[in-house]
């Protein structure tokens, strides 16, 4: 029997980094509640919008005892008090089973500055909405009802109706189509003229009288007509069930200015945190030992936690700032102009880890004029080192399937998108196809115009 002596190195990490690693990767919800509870145990942290408390008329281990008690009026309480009257200031704080359309489009306006009367006229509006996520009632007898000037509910309709789903807020159904039609890429025109004037027509299949209508090739026609088909005119439906939907809060706010990107972190994504001026200075003053144990290990905690989440912000900053500036073409041009970037090259510019990088950008979401999107969205493989992304080579196979006079098989989609100058093949469009909701081949014979 031999014995050997082996020397190895092991890397352990403090708390404090285990901290700030578990913090970076936290989405915002996780974050808040991280948050919430942290405060409960800790009565060195505070809102800021929370007035001090008097603590001269109860002896200090009272206090303590009642800030680190499990009471549940006292959680009710720390609640009442982290919340204002902003119209937006329940938005995220709703259960899992209360989440549903309005809860989703209400949170694709957090962050942003509209003027907090345009804002409740949206609430308003969302409320109106229908199973299909329409505004069927009248809209001068809406906005009358709203109690809100006219102007403010004609630009609280527009904002609605930029809002994802697409469709949602239209008053018919021809504006629903119209809706969806608007955020596409590519010359639908012709589809949206078909939609407004002669979705009759349309529904016959009478394409042979829309080409003579409208001054254009019948095949023109059926393809401006297979695209509608595409389009949804409900688009609520999905919501109505008050599934487990996800429920989003976007970190950052990217705009496009003039010459450059600005990137701003959501004010009221994350609560701010401050230190009690009140415990801090008995921390100076009290005799007790214990009592002063106590408050140093606590104030130490909670500079640790504060700490930790400006460092997630200011990792969140960095990351978005190189990839948003990788993808510049998307924030000006929209989806569809995405460049290749993986996670790596990332990592590699920012001289940080690859799974920093992964932890900084999981769970998080940007708001910018097209939508709320997830960080890695902005992660696009390239194809054989060309400078087509995957996202383009999509938006591409789309506009293959919505042009085409008869069903392309994947392998005849594979070959039109390599005389294009992308190469993929019949499987990757399988898959791509089925990512984007497109039957096969053979379905979309089925629901070819006659």
Not at 108 to 130: A, K, N, S
Not at 253 to 267: A, D, I, K, M, Q
Request: glycine share 6%.
């Amino acid at each position: 029997m031999q014995l050997e002596q082996q020397q190895s190195q092991k890397q352990t990490l403090s708390p404090q980094q285990i901290q700030s690693t578990k913090i970076l990767q936290m989405g915002i919800q996780e974050l808040r509640e991280y948050i919430d509870q942290e405060s409960l145990e800790n009565p060195l942290l505070e809102f800021p919008d929370q007035p001090g408390e008097d603590l001269s008329d109860a002896p200090l281990r009272e206090q303590v005892e009642w800030r680190e008690s499990d009471d549940p009026q006292n959680a009710l309480y720390h609640r009442q008090d982290s919340e204002g009257s902003d119209p937006l200031a329940h938005v995220g704080r709703w259960e899992d089973e209360e989440q549903d359309l309005g809860r989703y489009i209400l949170s694709q306006f957090l962050g942003t500055e509209l003027e907090p009367q345009v804002l409740e006229g949206i609430r308003f509006l969302i409320e109106q909405l229908d199973d299909r996520g329409w505004l069927e009632e009248d809209t001068d007898a809406l906005f009358a009802r709203s109690g809100l000037p006219r102007q403010v509910m004609e630009r609280a309709l527009l904002e609605l109706q930029a809002a994802d789903p697409a469709g949602v807020g239209a008053r018919d159904l021809a504006e629903c189509l119209c809706l969806q039609i608007q955020r596409w890429a590519g010359d639908h025109r012709l589809s949206e003229v078909i939609v407004r004037g002669h979705l009759d027509a349309l529904a016959k299949g009478r394409y042979r009288y829309l080409a003579q209508e409208l001054g254009a090739d019948e095949d023109s026609v059926r393809a401006a007509c297979a695209f509608v088909q595409t389009l949804d005119p409900h688009p609520a439906m999905g919501f109505s069930a008050r599934q487990s939907l996800p429920y989003i809060i976007p970190d950052v706010t990217v705009t496009s200015l003039p010459g450059h990107l600005e990137l701003t972190l959501n004010p009221t994504a994350i609560p701010r945190l401050r230190l009690n001026q009140d415990y801090l200075q008995m921390l100076q003053t009290t005799q007790d030992e214990q009592v002063r144990s106590y408050l140093t290990d606590r104030s130490a905690r909670a500079k640790e936690l504060i700490r930790n989440i400006e460092q997630r912000g200011h990792t969140l900053l960095r990351c978005l700032q190189f990839m948003a500036g990788h993808q510049e073409a998307f924030f000006r041009s929209g989806p569809g102009h995405l460049a290749p970037l993986t996670m790596e090259q990332t990592a590699e510019a920012l001289s940080l880890s690859t799974s920093t990088v992964s932890r900084a950008v999981r769970d998080k979401y940007f708001q910018c004029q097209w939508g709320v999107y997830p960080l890695s969205f902005l992660f696009s493989r390239s194809f054989g080192g060309s400078d087509t992304s995957s996202e383009q080579a999509k938006v591409l196979l789309r506009k293959l399937v919505d042009g085409e006079t008869r069903p392309l098989s994947d392998q005849k989609l594979s070959e039109a998108l390599g005389q294009q100058g992308i190469a993929i093949s019949r499987r990757t469009v399988a898959k791509y196809r089925e990512e984007l909701g497109i039957p096969s081949a053979a379905q979309r014979k089925g629901r070819q115009p006659r």
